[in-house]
Structure formats: structure tokens, C-alpha cells
């Protein structure tokens, strides 16, 4: 099973700076990684998949980088609707689809 | 618009077992485009993913849930459903149905709908 690591924990930042998310493989994942967007009481959303293609309606503040085992989610100019936790997942090795710990994005 | 809704009760005995039904609107499960997933979070941990099945049946599941869960499709109603015996505590978590749109050695574009969640929780 690939072991994704998600750092940090928790990330503070002001509304209209930048966020800056890491998420690590295991071992190799290619390109197989999405990012989700979490907030209690909701629905998960799709942000990335393979590693940096927005899905459909996600503003381009969001953007996704990395291959192989590093992988980063960068919030540019964060609003008021993004502070959540975030969840890196790799699709590359199953069973099973395995995901990051998260990181909770909050108010600094 | 897809849309994709949880039901089946709240709560749960020990050592019984756990049924959730996911009714999809605005798509078909018999699409060959799509994989039909559960994946769950239990209060301060993070997202487990638990299985998913195909427009034709086949499944895939967790080896760490294998022993316990079934998926199964009912096209006619557009729904599909999980199975969970012999749950315990540890089984106590927001459970959530997704679409996962894939063909597999070919493309993965993602979890791109989910439900809700339903809360269920394990205890007597």
C-alpha cells in the first residue's frame, strides 16, 4: 500500500496570501494524484487530478505541481471560501486508493 | 448535473452489519465511463477509501475491509450500495459515496462527484 504524507498538519495563512500544501508518496505515483477540498458537514470536491488539471469550475488560484513522490497544491490569493482541509490522493497502486492525512487551512 | 445521495440508518449495533444505499440523479450507473465508490472519515482521522464498483459489477476493495465488505449495483433504481458485517467502533465514521470517472490502464480523471455523507454510528 503507497503511504501518502501530507505536511503541514495544520497551515495558517491570511485571506489574500498564498498557500503553499505538500503531499509525499511512499513511492512513486507518476502522475496519478488528485487533491480534494473538504469542509465539515459538505460534500468533498474535486480541485486537481493528475497532479495539476483543474476539474471543472475550480478557480485558477488553484494550481497543482510535482511528479513521482513530491507533489505540491498552491492557493494563490486565498478567499474566505478556501479555508478547509485539503487531502492529496494517489491513484496509481491499488487496492486501494489511498490518501494523505490532509491539512487544515485556517485563519491566520 | 450529477448528483449523488446517502441513505440507511444512523446507527448501528455492534457486530451487526451496515448497510448504505447511494441513489445517483442526473447520471446513469450503467455508464461505462464511471466507477461507483465509498470511501468514509472517522471523526479526526482522515479519508479511507473502501471500494468502488463498475457499470458491470466487478469490484475493488480495500484488503483491509476486503473480508467484510461487498458493493453491489442496482441499475434498475440507479443506485448502488455497500455492505459492512461485523462492524465495530472503529467502523463509526461519515460515510460518503463518490463517481470515480476511469477506464482503467487508460485514464483517471478523479472522484469528481460525491454525496453528502451520512453519519453512521456504531454502538448498542
Known amino acids: 500500500e503507497i503511504v501518502m504524507t501530507q505536511s503541514p498538519g495544520t497551515l495558517s495563512v491570511s485571506p489574500g496570501e498564498t498557500a503553499t500544501l505538500s503531499c509525499r508518496a511512499s513511492q512513486s505515483v507518476r502522475s496519478n494524484l488528485a487533491w480534494y477540498q473538504h469542509k465539515p458537514g459538505q460534500a468533498p470536491r474535486l480541485l486537481i487530478y493528475?497532479?495539476?488539471t483543474r476539474a471543472t469550475g475550480i478557480p485558477a488560484r488553484f494550481s497543482g505541481s510535482g511528479s513521482g513522490t513530491e507533489f505540491t497544491l498552491t492557493i494563490n490569493s486565498l478567499q474566505s471560501e478556501d479555508f478547509a482541509d485539503y487531502y492529496c490522493?494517489?491513484?496509481?497502486?491499488?487496492?486501494?486508493?489511498?490518501f494523505g492525512q490532509g491539512t487544515k487551512v485556517e485563519v491566520k | 448535473q450529477a448528483q449523488l445521495q446517502e441513505s440507511g440508518p444512523g446507527l448501528v449495533k455492534p457486530s451487526q452489519t451496515l448497510s448504505l444505499t447511494c441513489t445517483v440523479s442526473g447520471a446513469s450507473v450503467s455508464s461505462g465511463s464511471y466507477y461507483w465508490g465509498w470511501i468514509r472519515k472517522p471523526a479526526g482521522k482522515g479519508l479511507e477509501w473502501i471500494g468502488r464498483?463498475?457499470?458491470?459489477?466487478?469490484?475493488n476493495y480495500n484488503p483491509s475491509l476486503r473480508s467484510r465488505v461487498t458493493l453491489s449495483l442496482d441499475t434498475s433504481r440507479d443506485q448502488f450500495s455497500l455492505k459492512l458485517t461485523s462492524v465495530t467502533a472503529a467502523d463509526t465514521a461519515v460515510y460518503f459515496c463518490a463517481r470515480e470517472e476511469a477506464s482503467p490502464g487508460l485514464y483517471n480523471y478523479g472522484m469528481d462527484v460525491w454525496g453528502q455523507g451520512i453519519t453512521v454510528t456504531v454502538s448498542s
Open positions: 464498483i463498475s457499470h458491470s459489477g466487478s469490484t
Open positions: 493528475g497532479v495539476s
Open positions: 490522493q494517489q491513484y496509481y497502486n491499488w487496492p486501494p486508493w489511498t
